[in-house]
């Protein structure tokens, strides 16, 4: 039979596992968090250009721009407003008029997310 007093485990041997898994962390958390935000990256340049390509069809096809980005959706360019993964909404796209100031709608989108990407420019000017 066992002797009960060394079943268990020392305090010293719990605070070297603690630590372990403490300097593991520390390691391991940045690097999942800057995955996360190029990933997101990437995914806001995917919809800005789905959405440019979209705007350029229906300019193609209707001789005119949208008047909305959910005209692209009522006339079936796209199934919906994409999400800007940055804000995580679809409504913070900030449209552009055209620059000929004859015409009206929507000429381009850019992101409403405030700050700065990776490569230091701000998500506005995407």
Known sequence: MPDPRKAGFTLIELLVVMAIIA??????APRYMGS????KETALKENLN???QSID???GDNGQYPATLDALVEKRYIRQVPLDPITERNDSWVTSPPPDKDQ???YDV??????????????AEW
Do not use: N, Q
């Not at 996360?36 to 990933?39: F, G, L, Q």
């Open 23 to 28: 300097t593991l962390l520390t390691i391991v």
């Open 36 to 39: 996360i935000d190029r990933s």
């Open 50 to 52: 789905t959405l440019r």
């Open 57 to 59: 069809k229906y300019y």
């Open 104 to 106: 009206t709608g929507v």
């Open 110 to 123: 850019h992101s409403g997310a405030a700050g700065k990407a990776s490569d230091g420019r701000p998500y």
